[in-house]
């Protein structure tokens, strides 16, 4: 056999052949395999803002945060993304309309336990005056004061607004007061309120005078005119409501030149008449829980119809 690998010799080219094959492709698969690497590895220095953009779609938080380029808003796109989505989703359509929620609506229950009949101009051009504030009327069937039907009505309007997403003040809360007509306007032009709202209730020398009635200031007194057409916008509106809640037709619409309270505002001002405290049906059913609501989701419903109007 060993012999025979003498002659074997003889056939060197063929194994030498298979040699120079694989160094041949030994060659090559480095050559590529090199290249390969060469082709992969500059793209790390080239490439690195794409880096990022790549594994954005994907795991993200880690791909980014050693991310050499601190600038990029990746993370905060891929962290915000979700919370964003689930924002939107919980507190449902209410709070996706951000304009309303900057709406700020101030409620004056009108009138206070112990009324001041010290004089105040009716306005800021006027040399009339009036009483700073009185009691105001009284049911016949409940002896309930005004102002405490004012305030109950009040209260009820505020928790309805804010649950629309509207940002209320109250000129009172308390019967224990002392703020005059011409104050409590003042502070809702200081509070910059886009739309006041007075709540009062309505008296008559007939028992049988009823319905609610909506007021707002007349162009006629020059320190209202720049609040005066939109007033009166909001304050049909506001009757609309009424109207759509009770099924009642009401009095409708009433435009005054004499009250303090709007000719000292710089603000749109409404002011609600509930119904009669003089009429002994009226008087009780204004007290009733139900149908005081059923008032204060009609204002809410108006200053809705008036705000989505544009008017503000
Ligand atoms: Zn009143």
């Known amino acids: 056999m060993e012999q025979d690998e003498v002659p074997g010799q003889g056939k060197r080219s063929p194994q030498r052949m298979i040699k120079l094959y694989s160094t041949v492709f030994a060659v090559a698969a480095a050559a590529l395999l090199f290249y390969l690497l060469l082709y992969d590895l500059p793209p790390p220095a080239g490439k690195l803002p794409d880096v990022p953009q790549q594994s954005r779609t994907q795991p993200e938080p880690e791909a980014v945060a050693p991310s050499p380029v601190p600038g990029q808003e990746a993370p905060p796109v891929s962290a ?59 049911g016949v069937h409940t ?14 309007l ?23 007509n011409k104050e409590r306007a003042k502070m809702a032009n200081e509070a910059g309120a886009a739309l006041s709202i007075r709540i009062h209730a309505d008296g008559d020398a ?3 005078t009823k319905g609610f009635s909506v007021l707002y200031p007349s162009a006629s007194v020059a320190s209202a005119r720049p609040i005066a057409e939109s007033s009166k916008a909001a304050a049909a509106a506001i009757l609309n409501g009424l ?23 710089e603000v749109p001002v409404v002011l609600v008449e509930l119904g009669f405290m003089t009429n002994p049906e009226e008087d009780a059913l204004l007290s009733d829980p139900d149908y005081q609501n059923k008032l204060a989701s009609g204002i809410v419903k108006g200053i809705m119809q008036y705000v989505e109007a544009g008017e503000l």
């Open 80 to 138: 915000a993304a979700p919370a964003e989505e689930s924002l939107v989703e919980t507190p449902a359509p209410e709070s996706v309309t951000p304009a309303r929620a900057a709406l700020l609506i101030v409620i004056d229950p009108g009138h206070q336990r112990k009324g001041n009949n010290e004089p105040e101009p009716v306005g800021p051009d006027s040399r009339a005056t009036k009483p700073k504030v009185t009691s105001g009327t009284v």
């Open 143 to 156: 002896r309930k004061p005004e102002y405490v039907l004012n305030l109950e009505v009040s209260e009820l």
């Open 158 to 180: 505020k928790e309805q607004l804010i649950r629309q997403g509207y940002e209320v003040r109250m000129t009172r809360d308390s019967h224990d007061v002392d703020i005059s």
């Open 206 to 208: 007939s028992p049988k």
């Open 243 to 265: 109207k759509e809640v009770t099924g009642s037709t009401g009095r409708g619409l009433s435009e005054r030149s004499d009250l303090s309270g709007f000719n000292w505002s």
